[in-house]
């Protein structure tokens, strides 16, 4: 069929043998474009074919199309009498060699030619060029002889990868012919040894740019780490070593290498080939472009194309990525497994050595190479699964490489760890490989390999797992290694100016084993439903004795877990200057050793959450929170009458005030009620004397200042001026359109009628906001929204969204009102998508509903802004009547819907949200 519709183009562009005008046969020439591209986009989208198929297929039509517009090209510019028509091979390289071709692939074309190209020759290349770039083709070409191939190819490792692909099309068969040979000859006297360093430094160059963890949330499906390049790369030293055209053909005792490919690890490959091939052409078929990155907003568009739904607590999106990251672990497995088979089947069997050392003779283990095998002929991982955690072991402390050979039989008996759970001798080496150094190195390893989630069967529901959300950089079992990570710096003291609290009770702990275990395990139950603390807890219990950990350990480790996400919580939703807060924590936590833990445990996840995700801020806060209930559990704080702290704060600001008279010193003394006392420190109550001093003596109606903390990693933003409903929305409101992200606020009213507020603000990266002509501008907004001057709704609206991609990401609004976490105020919590002028409009409705804001804690997780607001109503009382806190609810629902949310009224997440 496919060469029928070729003799009819060529029959229409070349009639009677002579050639069509040129704007005629382009027109032809894009229609028939059009429409094989076409056929296979309906055979693809119809499921008729899968990617790799629908690969092929669109490499067959592009096949035809060159062949037509060759034949044109010779018509319309024509030889001379007796010469050939043609005096060059047309050759296909790269992609387009293999013949395969995505949507939007690039067209790698060798003009092979014997000598230097003549005039005609160069007319023709030309015309066919200019016409295949008319058709909007996007074309890589060259023009060499077969010896300017070989002489580039050595010079440049990419032309030599796109020379291993280099198929013939048309032309010259007798030249391709000779460069062929000139090909085989330079694989057979160079040998396969620079090829293979120029790929795998070539690999390592492009993990570092588009990603070195298969893991990663937003992949990039063609060049990240266990991507379709890597697949490629795999095929190319085969293709270069064997000469081999598929990957199949390295199964067997009779084939290349005497059977490099187990059956099973060839059909893996193809599975591979085949998701990877079907995910990039929907990705090219949703754009309409060659976009190679799965990013949050292309994930459940291409979920759905695929046929990926909601099973169980994962959503479709969820399931697809989990199925990518479970094939990207494919790939890095069969690289691991393949290239060192590849190259020893090529360079030779290893040198490898029983002696040398006494103790790896024990072990069951060798050397080869220099590096780490399990010791010839009678010892093997098959039959021994120990020897599979001895040789990471032995790597780890004789500071030696497991050979990659060894790698290939960890890979391949991985499932024979099963044995293992409960061994004595296995759970002490795995525990020591947790604690030890490069734990994180290791446990990757192990990870990749197979090997962890058939030791711990708990793990394997956890590979690959993606949260879909802009907070979570890695997937669940990647993030949880990374964390591991982190705690080893935090142990060995690289983290010390980052977190030096945490660096000190490092030395500290009794029970660092417990920690290591309940870092490993804290996330272990996400994507089981359900709350992960409480049924991860549960698993704990079950898997520490298999580890060998004694009762109480397990039972720390199972708190740990159940608890891991007190410390920050309090620490970032709560205030902590309200007693109550820190003294629920420390009745939690009752112990100086579990607290000690749960702070190192905490800054372990959250810096391994991501790189955005830790700053000086939060780090003040878990300090702060530690430090606090760290004096209770001591048994040195006490909460005397709050009168009396009042009146301790009032002996403590008066002291600082110097320079002040007397009556000066009583008339800010009364200013505050007890609540202003206990909030702030007596070096800030003196600053905020001298400046209500200053805007008094000037009958300045609006007086704002700012100062850097940058040890803190915010700025403070103090504000004084007259009281009025709706003061804290228009405050914030000013700080979004300045650009600034308020990260904590304390607000007060003085018995003078007057408000002082501030607020404590970072830049929208979460680094400080301390530009001055930032900060000048930021005074001027607060006036000027203040006034009325400033149309707050249009300016917010102007302020830079986030990112096209991030759209897909849905928050449902969600209202929470707590009157048990306080003694005094009433607590709301929202949860909502973060967007400039969210808290604008949040503390709106607020202020709109009568409540007065004492304080407000505001955290952003990704897209997902948490807000936590201390709400008194105009009493001075919490609020507790259901009649008041309905259309409170309803009101901030509201103000949490986008302003461009479907139909432009109630949010469609409603019915999401939570009653109380």
């Known amino acids: 069929m496919a060469e029928t519709a070729e003799q009819c183009l060529q029959d229409q562009l070349l009639p009677g043998g002579a050639p069509i005008a040129r704007d005629l046969a382009l027109g032809l020439l894009r229609r028939e474009l059009g429409r094989m591209q076409g056929q296979v986009q309906r055979a693809f989208e119809s499921r008729e074919i899968h990617g790799l198929s629908a690969a092929r297929r669109q490499g067959q039509h592009m096949d035809a199309m060159m062949l037509v517009i060759q034949d044109y090209a010779a018509a319309m510019v024509p030889s001379t009498v007796g010469a050939r028509s043609v005096d060059y091979a047309l050759v296909a390289t790269g992609g387009y060699g293999r013949g395969v071709l995505a949507p939007h692939s690039d067209i790698d074309l060798l003009f092979l030619t014997d000598r230097e190209p003549g005039p005609r020759t160069r007319r023709m290349i030309e015309f066919m060029l200019y016409l295949l770039w008319d058709l909007g083709l996007k074309v890589g070409h060259a023009t060499r002889s077969p010896k300017e191939c070989i002489s580039e190819g050595l010079r440049d490792a990419t032309i030599l990868t796109a020379l291993v692909d280099a198929r013939f099309l048309a032309g010259d068969a007798e030249l391709f012919a000779e460069f062929r040979a000139e090909f085989a000859k330079l694989r057979e006297e160079g040998g396969l040894a620079p090829f293979l360093a120029a790929k795998r430094t070539e690999r390592a160059a492009r993990h570092a740019r588009y990603g070195d963890s298969p893991f990663l ?110 094939t990207a672990r494919e790939v890095v497995r069969l690289s691991r497994v393949l290239e060192p088979a590849i190259e020893r089947a090529a360079l030779g069997p290893p040198a490898t050595r029983r002696g040398g050392d006494e103790g790896l003779a024990e072990l069951g283990l060798a050397f080869a190479d220099g590096k780490l095998v399990a010791a010839p002929p009678d010892r093997d991982f098959g039959r021994e699964p120990i020897l599979m955690l001895r040789i990471v072991k032995a790597a780890r402390d004789r500071c030696l490489d497991i050979h990659p050979l060894a790698i290939r039989a960890l890979i ?17 080496i795995f525990i020591d490989l947790l604690m030890g150094k490069d734990a994180a190195k290791w446990l990757r390893l192990l990870n990749e390999a197979g090997f962890l989630s058939r030791f711990v069967p708990e793990w394997a529901r956890i590979v690959g797992l993606m949260q879909f959300d802009t907070y979570h950089v890695f997937t669940v079992d990647e993030h949880t290694i990374e964390a591991i990570g982190i705690l080893k710096q935090v142990e060995q003291g690289d983290l010390h100016e980052i977190a030096p609290v945490a660096t000190e009770l490092m030395g500290q702990l009794q029970s660092r084993r417990a920690l290591f275990v309940a870092t490993l395990l804290h996330d272990i139950a996400k994507g089981r439903g359900g709350d992960h603390s409480e049924i991860g807890a549960r698993l704990a219990q079950e898997i520490c004795p298999r580890l060998g950990m004694s009762a109480e350990e397990t039972e720390t480790v199972s708190w740990l877990v159940l608890h891991h996400l007190l410390v920050s919580q309090t620490a970032f939703k709560r205030d902590i200057e309200d007693p109550k807060t820190i003294l629920d924590i420390a009745d939690q936590v009752q112990s100086p050793e579990r607290l000690r833990l749960l702070l190192v445990l905490t800054v372990a996840d959250m810096r391994a959450v991501g790189p955005r995700v830790w700053n000086a801020w939060k780090a003040t806060l878990l300090r702060e929170v530690y430090w606090r209930v760290s004096e209770v559990l001591a048994g040195g704080m006490t909460v005397p009458e709050r009168d009396v702290r009042v009146a301790r704060a009032k002996e403590a600001a008066a002291a600082m005030l110097i320079g002040f008279s007397k009556a000066e010193t009583e008339l800010f003394m009364g200013l505050g009620y007890p609540g202003y006392w206990l909030s702030f420190d007596a070096e800030t109550h003196a600053r905020h004397a001298g400046m209500i001093r200053e805007a008094e003596a000037e009958q300045a109606p609006l007086t704002v200042r700012t100062r850097v903390l940058a040890d803190r990693g915010v700025t403070e933003v103090t504000v004084y001026c007259s009281d009025h409903p709706g003061l804290f929305s228009r405050i914030s409101g000013a700080l979004a359109v300045a650009g600034a992200s308020i990260v904590d606020a304390r607000i007060h009213t003085l018995t003078n009628g007057m408000a ?61 009102v707590d009157n048990f976490a306080s003694n005094t105020h009433t607590l709301i919590e929202v949860n909502g998508r973060d967007r400039p002028g969210l808290l604008h409009d949040v503390t709106a409705a607020i202020s709109e509903q009568g409540l007065q804001i004492a304080s407000a804690h505001i955290t952003t997780y990704g897209v997902r802004a948490v807000d936590v607001f201390y709400v008194k109503d105009v009493f001075g009382l919490k609020v507790e009547n259901e009649r008041k806190l309905g259309p409170l609810r309803a009101a901030l629902l509201e103000a949490l819907t986008p302003p461009d949310a479907p139909g432009g009224g109630p949010s469609p997440y409603r019915e999401a949200a939570a009653p109380s």
């Open 217 to 326: 949330v937003e992949p990039h499906v063609k060049e990240g780490r266990g991507g379709l390049r890597d697949l490629q790369t795999l095929y190319w030293l085969a293709r270069y070593a064997f000469g081999v055209s598929r990957m199949p053909e390295l199964v067997g005792p009779d084939s290349p290498g005497g059977g490099l490919l187990t059956e099973g690890e060839a059909r893996a490959v193809k599975r591979a080939w085949d998701f990877l091939w079907t995910l990039r052409f929907h990705l090219h078929y949703v754009t309409g472009r060659a976009e190679e990155r799965l990013t949050f907003d292309l994930q459940p568009v291409v979920a759905a194309r695929m046929g990926y739904t909601r099973h169980g607590t994962q959503d479709g999106a969820e399931r697809l990525m989990k199925h990518l990251f479970l």
């Open 412 to 428: 391949r008996h991985s499932r024979r760890a099963d044995r293992l759970r409960g061994d004595a001798e296995a759970s002490a």
């Open 756 to 816: 002082l507020d501030t607020f404590w603000v970072q830049d929208s990266a979460g680094g400080l906001f301390d530009a001055p002509h930032r900060l000048a501008r930021l005074a001027v907004l607060i006036e000027q929204a203040l006034s009325g001057r400033l149309k707050l709704a249009a300016e917010i609206r102007k302020v830079r969204r986030e990112p096209a991609r991030l759209a897909a990401v849905t928050v449902p609004p969600r209202v929470v």
